[in-house]
T-cell receptor
Framework: EAQVTQNPRYLITVTGKKLTVTCSQN?????MSWYRQDPGLGLRQIYY?????VTDKGDVPEGYKVSRKEKRNFPLILESPSPNQTSLYFC????WGQGVNTEAFFGQGTRLTVV | GNSVTQMEGPVTLSEEAFLTINCTYT??????LFWYVQYPGEGLQLLLK?????DKGSNKGFEATYRKETTSFHLEKGSVQVSDSAVYFC??????????FGTGTRLLVSP
């Protein structure tokens, strides 16, 4: 079954404690990206990757890091989380060629609370 | 920059009612347009898309037409069901790697 898997689904952490949210896809997609979803703001892109070892900033990259060492994995790293990073996070992937112009596949989301 | 504006929700309807969710966009160039749906506790799923002006996307009884002259992509369904209750996002593509989303519209359908 084609899917994008995120872990964990729920996470409560304290300010400043480094964390990683994992994302893995089994569709051999080149494009992967991270979005955060906040009430009244919709989804905003944090980072994206066009292929292994190729990453770039989206609209709201401050406070986040990513890496793309393998095609299937695209972890999101918060080195020093702060309460304003409390949000619902989604990983997405899409294929080469037309990328998001065909279809983006989303994970189930990670609800992060930073206290 | 590019942006998408959706009507505020929630939209509350009775089963079998007609649905319209308005979406307008601002964009340079000719983006593709999408409707994604988010069911409770799940990620977003593509509902339908249109890649050029006057294209009509359709799926599961939902339809939307890419109107370049009014920069709109309104979502319609003739008869909603309780199972259609979800959050609906209008979006446009910015290049190959990014979707620009509206704020989402929650639809609540009662029996």
């Amino acid at each position: 079954e084609a899917q994008v898997t995120q872990n964990p689904r729920y996470l409560i952490t304290v300010t400043g404690k480094k964390l990683t949210v994992t994302c893995s896809q089994n569709m051999n997609h080149e494009y992967m990206s991270w979005y955060r979803q906040d009430p009244g703001l919709g989804l905003r892109q944090i980072y994206y990757s066009m292929n292994v070892e190729v990453t770039d900033k989206g609209d709201v990259p401050e406070g986040y890091k990513v890496s793309r060492k393998e095609k299937r994995n695209f972890p999101l790293i918060l080195e020093s989380p702060s309460p304003n990073q409390t949000s619902l996070y989604f990983c997405a992937s899409s294929s080469w060629g037309q990328g998001v112009n065909t279809e983006a596949f989303f994970g189930q989301g990670t609800r992060l609370t930073v206290v | 920059g590019n942006s998408v504006t959706q009507m505020e929700g929630p939209v509350t309807l009775s089963e079998e009612a007609f649905l319209t969710i308005n979406c307008t966009y601002t964009a340079t160039g000719y983006p593709s347009l999408f409707w994604y749906v988010q069911y409770p506790g799940e990620g977003l799923q593509l509902l339908l898309k249109a890649t050029k002006a006057d294209d009509k996307g359709s799926n599961k009884g939902f339809e939307a037409t890419y109107r370049k002259e009014t920069t709109s992509f309104h979502l319609e369904k003739g008869s909603v069901q309780v199972s259609d209750s979800a959050v609906y996002f209008c979006a446009l593509s910015e290049g190959f790697q990014k979707l620009v989303f509206g704020t989402g519209t929650r639809l609540l359908v009662s029996p």
